[in-house]
């Protein structure tokens, strides 16, 4: 029984007998509908795929929810394992066809584009055949996805998205570090359980981790070879597909006939080691004997230590590397391992798992500072991707202090530092985001490391600050030098910066080019993505500016598919594409539904974002301006006097861009005929346009009309006005850049 559903074995009159999973809640009605959809997907376009456990029917007329599945009599891998005394009790040959069997199969899934995402010992089933040879059959494609395969608009079919943005901890012992990292999962994530699988059939233990020190398990060098190369910690090094690697564990025999691997493997490594002893001696030797020959000892010794540094460095990354190889594997993963003893919770979410162990770093890797930072590092971008701001916040400042205490890695801080930008920049701390933007773009600058993306953090930071000829400065000359090629993430960055600068500055052609690059680039990517969804999300903010609602709408629908198929729900990301939705509401006056989702989207904000976030005051404006359309004088009224009451926190704070939020206030004060609330917030508005960007932004534009309505509203009929009107009006608009 899981959190989301519960399994019952039936029997029919004749004997025969079903597994019947029933939906627990939302998500587990979510689960079932994913896993019928890709039943019924596979059956249409690969229906001779062998060993996945398919669901044969289904109930989703009327509750309770269920699918109906085959049952498996020997039990799961792991029962299976245990009534035959423990995988170690098996035959080799055995284990191996079992995990060929089993990657076959996933390959073939790949094959079609469907992901699994949750490979592990619980959904895998060992079937004996008719002439006594066992193959592994998977199950349970509940959590499982198809990587936006066009058959499915074909089939007709559409596929129902969970959304949880959480694995379950019993995965986490399988979770790509990747995953772990708040990426989406891919085929190579797969692979890297089919890695992690591979290596406990080969050691006859699913309950060992591949944890550091893993090699010393694995005697065969092929199968050491084959097992590092799928569940390599860097995806771009997992070269072996699952296909790949199925035909390397059949061909393993004749594999090893031609070539005598092992020996050759222990005799590389003691070379290996024969050869940094004899490094460090000769350089020693070095030493003396070029003093003795008359090189002068100050250039003697610098030379030296320049070769001993580079070793040194050499280390210390290995170091960090393993140390945070280990943090993952057994802080995080190994929290997955129901028999773990203390340190096991079975029904821990990924984050949890996360900043549980996070509390364990100091004390772990207390002598190696670098070591430390380097897991910290790691922890706050995890808890970054979860919109974790405040920890996160903790998680980097920790880095960046052990990194600054250690003094010798001035690349590592500006990753960390350019890294803490982007979280203050995110919760509209734009202050703190300045000071550690600028530190890393001085410390790149100076040290000649990572300048292209401290360039770029603060390039990202000018847009948001509403300074957007110093942010096409700054990453304007990125793209024209190709930094980023090869770069798909901090490409796409660029991109949209670029996009938006673009659009908030009124010149929508080069904004929709910028946002069209970027979704073509995560498109090719592969399945849908949070930066899919920002790609969406700007691109349907281009329409709605140009007038172009209908295709606005439905681009927008989509990002919120992505981002409610990556961050769940409940993500800040998710309310995103509602912000423009709602404004498409707005401007066409239909402002009972316009007033419905501003109230929603507070909702779903009031945990997340703090009171005065500007998307949460962008929000109140709005709804105000929707209840006063609506006719709700009262509520708007009073929403405008506690605005105008709390002056420091919505209009007055330093840094904070208010000028589009006040031309929000405008309207309501405007549609309730409030002349002293108007006249109050026009100067506001006046201060807010001469802080920020001095161009002919669209938003200029906007307040030019405003006045003109406003002088209208006052009597003042003269044509001047009523021309200034009309051609503001046909030219206007622009909307905060905070949304994207």
């Known amino acids: 029984m899981g959190s989301s559903g519960v399994t019952f074995l039936a029997r029919s009159p004749s004997g025969d007998a079903h597994a019947f999973k029933f939906a627990k809640g939302e998500a587990g009605v979510h689960g079932i509908k994913r896993e019928i959809t890709l039943t019924r997907y596979i059956r249409a376009v690969k229906a001779d795929l062998p060993d996945v456990a398919l669901v044969v029917d289904w109930n989703l007329r009327q509750p309770p929810f269920f699918v109906e599945l085959p049952y498996f009599p020997h039990g799961n891998l792991a029962d299976w394992a245990a009534a035959h005394g423990g995988l170690a009790q098996l035959d080799m040959a055995m284990r191996l066809e079992l995990c060929a069997s089993l990657c076959e199969t996933v390959a073939g899934l790949h094959e079609i584009g469907v992901i699994h995402k949750d490979l592990k010992p619980e959904n895998l089933y060992p079937c004996p055949d008719a002439d006594g040879r066992h193959r592994m059959v998977l199950s349970d494609l509940g959590a499982g996805e198809a990587a936006l395969s066009p058959r499915l608009a074909e089939l007709g079919l559409t596929l129902t998205l969970l959304g949880s943005g959480e694995a379950r901890a019993g995965s986490l012992m399988y979770l790509a570090p990747e995953v772990i990292a708040g990426e989406e999962p891919t085929v190579r994530s797969d692979v890297f359980a089919l890695g992690v699988l591979l290596y406990q059939m080969v050691v006859g233990n699913l309950r060992r981790?591949?944890?550091?020190?893993?090699?010393?398990?694995?005697?065969?060098?092929?199968?050491?070879?084959?097992?590092?190369?799928?569940?390599?910690?860097?995806?771009?090094?997992?070269?072996?597909?699952?296909?790949?690697?199925?035909?390397?564990?059949?061909?393993?025999?004749?594999?090893?006939?031609?070539?005598?691997?092992?020996?050759?493997?222990?005799?590389?490594?003691?070379?290996?080691?024969?050869?940094?002893?004899?490094?460090?001696?000769?350089?020693?030797?070095?030493?003396?004997?070029?003093?003795?020959?008359?090189?002068?000892?100050?250039?003697?010794?610098?030379?030296?230590?320049?070769?001993?540094?580079?070793?040194?460095?050499?280390?210390t990354q290995a170091r960090q590397h393993q140390a945070v190889l280990a943090f993952v594997n057994h802080d995080i993963l190994g929290q997955g391992d129901a028999y773990g003893g203390e340190d096991a919770a079975p029904d821990i979410t990924l984050l949890a798992a996360v900043q549980r162990a996070a509390s364990h770093v100091d004390q772990r890797l207390g002598d190696d500072p670098a070591s430390a930072a380097a897991v910290h590092a790691m922890v706050g971008t995890v808890l970054f991707a979860r919109d974790r701001h405040a920890a996160a916040i903790d998680e980097l400042e920790r880095a960046r202090a052990l990194y600054r205490g250690a003094g010798n890695d001035e690349e590592a801080l500006v990753r960390v530092e350019t890294a803490l930008c982007d979280v203050h920049r995110i919760a509209s701390d734009f202050a703190r985001a300045e000071e550690a933007c600028m530190a890393a773009w001085n410390r790149a600058r100076?040290?000649?490391?990572?300048?292209?993306?401290?360039?770029?953090?603060?390039?990202?930071?000018?847009?948001?600050?509403?300074?957007?000829?110093?942010?096409?400065?700054?990453?304007?000359?990125?793209?024209?030098?190709?930094?980023?090629?090869?770069?798909?993430?901090?490409?796409?960055?660029?991109?949209?910066?670029?996009?938006?600068?673009?659009?908030?500055?009124?010149?929508?052609?080069?904004?929709?080019?910028?946002?069209?690059?970027?979704?073509?680039?995560?498109?090719?990517?592969?399945?849908?993505?949070?930066?899919?969804?920002?790609?969406?999300?700007?691109?349907?903010?281009?329409?709605?500016?140009?007038?172009?609602?209908?295709?606005?709408?439905?681009?927008?629908?989509?990002?919120?598919?992505?981002?409610?198929?990556?961050?769940?729900?409940?993500?800040?990301?998710?309310?995103?594409?509602?912000?423009?939705?709602?404004?498409?509401?707005?401007?066409?006056g239909h402002w009972h539904e316009a007033r419905e989702m501003q109230q929603a989207l507070l909702d779903a904000w009031r945990d997340t974002l703090r009171p005065n976030h500007p998307l949460r005051l962008l929000a109140e404006a709005n709804l105000a301006w929707a209840e006063a359309g609506d006719g709700m004088r009262e509520q708007a009224h009073t929403r405008l006097d506690a605005a105008l009451r709390n002056r420091a926190v919505v209009f007055d704070r330093p840094g904070d861009r208010i000028a589009e939020r006040t031309l929000r206030w405008i309207r309501v004060a405007i549609t309730l005929g409030d002349r002293d609330a108007a006249n109050e917030l026009f100067g506001v508005l006046d201060k807010g346009l001469a802080r920020e960007d001095p161009g002919p932004i669209p938003m200029r534009v906007k307040a030019r009309c405003l006045r003109a309505q406003w002088s209208l509203l006052q009597g003042d009929h003269s044509a001047r006005i009523n021309e200034a009107c009309e051609a503001a009006t046909a030219s206007a608009t622009t909307m905060d850049a905070t949304g994207g």
């Open 209 to 315: 981790p591949l944890a550091p020190g893993w090699e010393s398990d694995v005697e065969n060098p092929l199968l050491h070879e084959d097992i590092a190369l799928a569940a390599a910690s860097n995806p771009e090094r997992r070269q072996l597909d699952a296909r790949a690697l199925a035909e390397r564990l059949r061909t393993l025999e004749s594999r090893c006939e031609p070539r005598g691997r092992e020996a050759h493997a222990r005799a590389m490594a003691q070379r290996r080691e024969q050869a940094l002893q004899h490094e460090r001696s000769r350089r020693r030797l070095w030493l003396t004997a070029a003093i003795a020959s008359g090189i002068g000892l100050v250039g003697a010794l610098a030379m030296y230590f320049r070769a001993e540094n580079a070793l040194r460095e050499a280390e």
């Open 446 to 588: 100076r040290t000649g490391s990572d300048v292209a993306l401290a360039s770029l953090k603060l390039g990202q930071l000018r847009t948001e600050q509403g300074h957007y000829a110093d942010a096409h400065a700054l990453l304007q000359p990125l793209l024209a030098q190709s930094a980023f090629a090869g770069n798909s993430k901090y490409l796409g960055e660029l991109r949209w910066a670029l996009g938006l600068g673009a659009r908030n500055s009124g010149r929508f052609d080069e904004a929709r080019q910028h946002f069209e690059a970027l979704l073509a680039l995560y498109r090719k990517a592969g399945p849908q993505s949070t930066w899919m969804g920002w790609a969406y999300n700007s691109l349907g903010s281009v329409m709605v500016e140009t007038g172009d609602y209908a295709r606005a709408e439905t681009t927008l629908l989509a990002a919120r598919d992505a981002f409610v198929h990556t961050q769940g729900e409940g993500g800040v990301e998710a309310q995103m594409p509602n912000i423009w939705r709602a404004e498409i509401r707005l401007r066409q």
